[in-house]
């Protein structure tokens, strides 16, 4: 029987969940991907359930913003050496300063190219998850 491995995406836009989706299913048919549209959602899950592999984090989210969310994700002890990698399409200086202080792990923009984008977030769960094998 295969581990499975949950992998948390928070955004408050439904075609990015989407994209982050499928990238991921892509890879390994073992992850269980959990999504949250807003920060008072993510916060419950984060709660409620098993800590993630990995949380796929947006930073402009109306309500409680992405920085809230890092910083409550790192003062839990359940969640605290969990990597978090943001996703956002700022490209403000302050907004990478501000991600890293709070515990980021890494800091992904979305590009606006669907392949780049697709690319760039493959990359990052090679990375952060350490999938050695090839797509499905």
Request: charge should be negative; glycine fraction near 4%.
């Given at each position: 029987?295969k581990?499975?491995?949950?992998i948390?995406?928070?955004?408050d ?9 499928r990238?991921?299913s892509?890879?390994?048919?073992n992850?269980?991907v959990?999504?949250a549209?807003?920060?008072s ?8 359930t ?9 930073l ?6 992405g920085?809230?969310i890092?910083?409550f ?24 300063k501000?991600?890293?202080d ?13 392949s780049?984008?697709?690319e ?14 090839s797509p499905?």
């Open positions: 029987m581990d499975t491995y949950s948390l995406v928070i955004d836009n439904p075609d990015d969940i989407f994209i982050a989706k990238v991921i892509k890879y390994r048919d992850f269980i959990e999504s549209s807003d920060g959602q993510a916060m419950e899950l984060i709660s409620n098993k800590p993630p592999a990995l949380i796929l984090l947006d402009k989210m109306p309500g409680i913003d920085i809230e890092l910083r994700i790192r003062n839990r002890e359940q969640t605290r050496y969990v990597p978090v990698v943001i996703l956002t399409s700022s490209k403000m200086e302050e907004d990478l501000a991600s890293y709070a515990g980021a792990n890494g800091f992904l923009h979305k590009a606006h190219d669907l780049e984008f697709t760039n977030l493959s990359a990052a769960l090679h990375y952060w998850i350490d999938l050695n094998l499905n």
